[in-house]
């Protein structure tokens, strides 16, 4: 069985290696390497922004959910899907057209360039967690399946930080086009093997309406605002290949989510014992003997084709708008690797796949979603950098606050719902009362 996984995984790691050396960065500065030249295509910005939202929420989280919950499980995919519509159909052109370089740099056009800093630092703290989440997905994944769970993790978090400082924008999304691919073809030929022979899940706990909305809003706003997305926003050629790339990409996460949910519901009473590992037990009953190899591959190609953008996005916002410094080749695949490492000792640190996306989606969603989404709604009120940052800020209190587990049962509202109106209020009362102030 061993010697499948091997074989698999190498096959896969070569086509990877091939993308690379075709689309590898050879000149185009921070533009060519970070924004792909600004020259992706409807069809590469659709795979590029589908591939990366279909990380750890979209499998290991989303499979454990539906065998818990029943159908409300797919609430997280429900809610990113809906986020990247809502973003092509309302933001996605504008944010393109304002030639913003990350969404550090788009929130300093807006409240100034101290807000825009604070922003960095914020999101690349959430950029660490999100490749931290993957990689915690893809240990499980190794742990499930006892291949080699240290080595193998150590060797495909140092491959992603290869590829992805070698061929930058570009090749993440070439690479991100195959992936998806092979995504599509693998799970389509599992629900059909599962609606062929189903073993039906037959019993669920009711899901808690607090983590059912705290779920969707996470991902609705951090689809709709997030910054690896609103990096390939910016790499696409116009405004309305950045729409329509957006919406495609939605509606191939919304497609996934389906396809996760009649493979849960379908087969999963073939008797899984632990829920983190639901979609590997259901996948290696569907793929048997040398297909099961084939698995790991796609398994492992969901979580890098995340985590290669939240690497790429963390780096973009630490060179251009946290040191504002040009980097050199050797210096910018230094801090490529150097945030890999961040992430993997985050996620080995981490007790559960739960508690990374909590911690970095609730950063993200609490401090920054508001002021942008306000900001970018309504253009018009010219909110004060005053305002940004201290709507940033109460949000992100709020959320660290009430994440403490002294404080963890001071209301029955999450923490993350609790910072959203906080935050609004803290922009909104201001400006609205103290606009000479």
Not at 18 to 39: C, E, Q, W
Not at 163 to 176: E, I, K, M, N, P
Not at 180 to 192: A, D, N
Not at 288 to 303: D, K, N
Request: glycine share 10%; proline share 3%; aromatic share 10%.
């Amino acid at each position: 069985m061993k010697l499948t996984y091997l074989f698999w995984m190498a096959a896969y790691f070569a086509v990877l290696l091939y993308i690379t050396h075709l689309s590898r960065v050879r000149r185009g500065g921070r533009i060519g390497f970070y924004l792909a030249s600004r020259k992706l295509s409807s069809f590469q910005a659709a795979s590029t922004i589908g591939a990366t939202t279909i990380g750890g929420s979209a499998t290991v989280v989303t499979a454990a959910l539906v065998l818990n919950y029943g159908a409300k499980g797919i609430v997280a995919d429900i809610g990113g899907a809906l986020g990247l519509i809502a973003l092509g159909l309302f933001l996605a052109g504008r944010v393109r057209r304002s030639s913003a370089h990350s969404l550090p740099h788009l929130i300093s056009m807006i409240y100034g360039e101290e807000v825009g800093r604070l922003s960095a630092l914020l999101l690349f703290v959430t950029e660490v967690g999100w490749v931290a989440l993957l990689f915690k997905a893809t240990q499980g994944i190794f742990i499930s399946i006892d291949f080699y769970p240290f080595w193998a993790i150590l060797f495909t978090a140092l491959f992603l930080t290869l590829y992805t400082a070698v061929g930058g924008q570009r090749t993440v999304a070439l690479t991100d086009i195959f992936q998806i691919f092979l995504l599509l073809g693998v799970f389509l030929f599992m629900v059909g093997a599962a609606v062929v022979d189903p073993i039906p899940l037959q019993s669920t706990e009711i899901m808690p309406q607090g983590l059912l909305l705290t779920l969707f809003f996470m991902m609705f706003l951090s689809h709709m605002l997030g910054p690896d997305i609103y990096s390939k926003v910016l790499s696409t050629r116009d405004s309305r290949t950045a729409e329509r790339g957006s919406i495609i990409g939605g509606v191939i996460k919304l497609l996934v989510g389906v396809m996760l949910l009649i493979l849960v519901l379908s087969v999963g009473g073939v008797g899984i014992n632990d829920s983190s590992t639901t979609l590997e037990t259901i996948g290696i009953y569907l793929m048997p003997g040398f297909l099961s190899g084939l698995l790991l591959a796609t398994l492992l190609s969901i979580m890098m084709s995340s985590a290669d953008s939240c690497l790429l996005t963390g780096a973009t916002i630490m060179e251009w708008d946290i040191l504002k410094k040009d980097l050199k080749g050797w210096q910018r695949t230094l801090l490529i690797f150097t945030i890999g490492l961040l992430a993997l000792f985050l996620a080995c640190s981490a007790s559960t796949i739960l508690d990374v996306l909590i911690f970095s989606y609730g950063i993200f969603t609490s401090s920054l979603s508001m002021p942008l989404l306000l900001a970018l709604l309504f253009p018009k009120a010219e909110f004060k950098k005053v305002d940004g940052a201290l709507s940033m800020m109460s949000g992100l209190v709020t959320f660290g606050v009430l994440s403490l587990p002294q404080f963890s049962g001071f209301t029955d509202v999450s923490p993350v719902l609790l910072s959203l109106p906080i935050s609004a209020a803290m922009l909104i009362i201001p400006h609205t009362f103290f606009k000479k102030g």
